[in-house]
């Protein structure tokens, strides 16, 4: 089992609705990303957490500490949105080395 | 600031052939890692220099992988020979001693074997 699982592994929507991407983890953390890819490769980080909940634009990223869980979503989505969006984690005995969940693929379709 | 540059963004090269990435981090970042992206799954951390030293190279194929930091700003990360399974994209990021968890991500070398 991984340390870090996502759902769903695929998310299909149409413009303006309301998205929502959970990650649980099995590991005590320093700090949860929120990470977004392209189809180029790169990545653009989100979000830093290690409590509570951030809002930037569209995006709001909340952890639950308790329940090792954290919760990515997207208001009115639009077709831009369209990612790989991944959440990664700095375990507390892993010095600052992230490890990854596999990903969900977000399509945001007009 | 600028970002984290890599180069080059595109390699397709014959298996058993040799092939080496660049990366350029952030200004001041002290903290430089190579991660391996396969189609399909999560990056997988190769190595992770603290300057021109290695913090960690556990899950580098040290058989073929060859990664280093000489001056402890931009890296050269080496495959030789390349194999068919190490058809991936290869991530740069990099680090802060200030803010050691804000990472900063490359735009990625996506390499093929054939």
């Known amino acids: 089992k991984n340390e870090v699982e996502q759902s769903p592994q695929n998310l299909t929507a149409q413009e303006g609705e309301f998205i929502t991407i959970n990650c649980s983890y099995s590991v005590g953390i320093s700090a949860l990303h929120w990470l977004q890819q392209h189809p180029g490769g790169g990545i653009v980080s989100l979000f830093m957490?290690?409590?509570g909940k951030k809002k930037h634009g569209r995006l709001i990223a909340t952890i639950n500490i308790q329940e090792k869980h954290s919760s990515l979503h997207i208001t009115a989505s639009h077709p831009r949105d369209s990612a790989v969006y991944i959440c990664a984690v700095v375990g507390e005995t892993s010095g600052s080395r992230l490890t990854f969940g596999e990903g969900t693929q977000l399509t945001v379709n007009p | 600031e600028a970002g984290v540059a890599q180069s080059p963004r595109y390699k397709i090269i014959e298996k058993r052939q040799s092939v080496a990435f660049w990366c350029n981090p952030i200004s001041g970042h002290a903290t430089l890692y190579w991660y391996q992206q396969i189609l399909g799954q999560g990056p997988k951390l190769l190595i992770q220099?603290?300057?021109?030293?290695?913090?960690?190279d556990s899950q580098l194929p040290k058989d073929r992988f060859s990664a280093e930091r000489l001056k402890g700003v931009d890296s050269t990360l080496k495959i030789q020979p390349a194999k068919l399974e190490d058809s991936a994209v290869y991530l740069c990021?990099?680090?802060?001693?200030?803010?050691?968890?804000?990472?900063?991500f490359g735009s990625g070398t996506r390499l093929t074997v054939v």
């Open positions: 990021a990099s680090s802060s001693y200030r803010q050691p968890y804000g990472y900063t």
């Open positions: 220099f603290q300057n021109n030293g290695v913090v960690d």
């Open positions: 957490l290690s409590s």
